[in-house]
């Protein structure tokens, strides 16, 4: 994939069909795979805080989640396809999940989120077998990870807003040979 730089972030250039075809493959090959899903505040942050930016350009991926980021590449003069948003390819692996039994653990969001997080998921994407749940306000960080090694999962996707959210994934995503995706305010989105 060709990369776009903005202010010390690589991007990837790409779209949402084929970002979604290239990470179910990889999860057929059970290769592991960081995805930051990057808005203009998350850009300011790393760019204040080179440890951070580090982190996230040792990502897999990092995909242009917001239409500063497309405007940004259009300034200067080198374009990205088109924005992709986390929460569009979020439910486009679910659905993908789904259809083929895949299994998937959430992190992220209030406890009463999360609950009904599960309950939607259920009956919105009935193949899709849920490997965990797991709020956002945990202190034990070795019991979460633990219980995602346990899972077994296909998808992690990790909802406790940014820098937390890809911190956690940098630490922990030795424990599966998933998907690990940072995805905001997804679980809150999705529950509405
Ligand atoms: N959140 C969490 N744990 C925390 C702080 C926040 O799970 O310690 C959750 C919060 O409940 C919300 C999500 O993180 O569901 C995203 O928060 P925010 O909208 O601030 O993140 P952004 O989308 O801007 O990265």
Request: glycine letters at 8%; a negative charge; charged letters at 20%.
């Amino acid at each position: 994939m060709n990369q776009v730089s903005i202010l010390g972030i690589n991007f990837d250039d790409t779209t949402l069909d084929n970002f979604v075809r290239v990470l179910t493959k990889r999860i057929d090959n059970h290769l592991r795979t960081f995805v930051v899903t990057a808005n203009p505040e998350i850009v300011m942050y790393a760019n204040e805080h080179k440890k951070f930016a580090h982190l996230i350009n040792n990502a897999d991926y990092t995909i242009p989640d917001g239409i500063g980021i497309i405007l940004g590449a259009k300034l200067l003069a080198t374009p990205l396809s088109e924005r992709v948003a986390g929460y569009d390819v979020f439910t486009r692996m679910l659905k993908w999940g789904s259809d083929n039994q895949k299994t998937a653990f959430f992190v992220g969001a209030k406890p009463n989120v999360i609950a009904d997080l599960r309950k939607i998921v259920s009956r919105e994407y009935p193949g899709l077998i849920i490997g965990g749940t797991q709020d956002g306000y945990f202190t034990d960080e070795q019991a979460v990870a633990e219980a995602i090694r346990q899972a077994d999962p296909d998808m992690v996707f990790v909802a406790t807003g940014s820098p937390k959210q890809e911190e956690f994934i940098s630490r922990n995503i030795n424990k599966a040979e998933a998907l690990f995706m940072g995805i905001g305010g997804s679980f809150d989105v999705l529950t509405g």
